[in-house]
């Protein structure tokens, strides 16, 4: 499954580490944080993409605490 979200990141260095954090999480197939466009596009396995998405905020929390994504 594949899905974009709207996100807020402050820099975009910490971009690039939350994508790459991301990328690592078991199940992740891509991930791709878009500082410019405030988006995160995440594309992970069906039947446990809400648990991958929860661990990817937590990351991306852990990075830049002001990290949010929107509609979840």
Not at 5 to 21: G, K, L, S, W
Not at 33 to 58: C, G, H, P, S, Y
Request: hydrophobic residues 40%; negative net charge; proline residues 1%.
């Amino acid at each position: 499954m594949k899905k974009k979200y709207d996100c807020e990141i402050d820099c975009a260095n910490c971009a690039a580490e939350v994508q790459d954090a991301i990328s690592k999480i078991n199940g992740v197939q891509s991930a791709k944080v878009n500082f410019m466009m405030q988006k995160l596009t995440l594309e992970a396995e069906d039947e446990r993409f809400d648990e991958i998405l929860k661990e990817a905020i937590r990351i991306g929390k852990t990075i830049e605490p002001d990290f949010k994504v929107m509609g979840v």
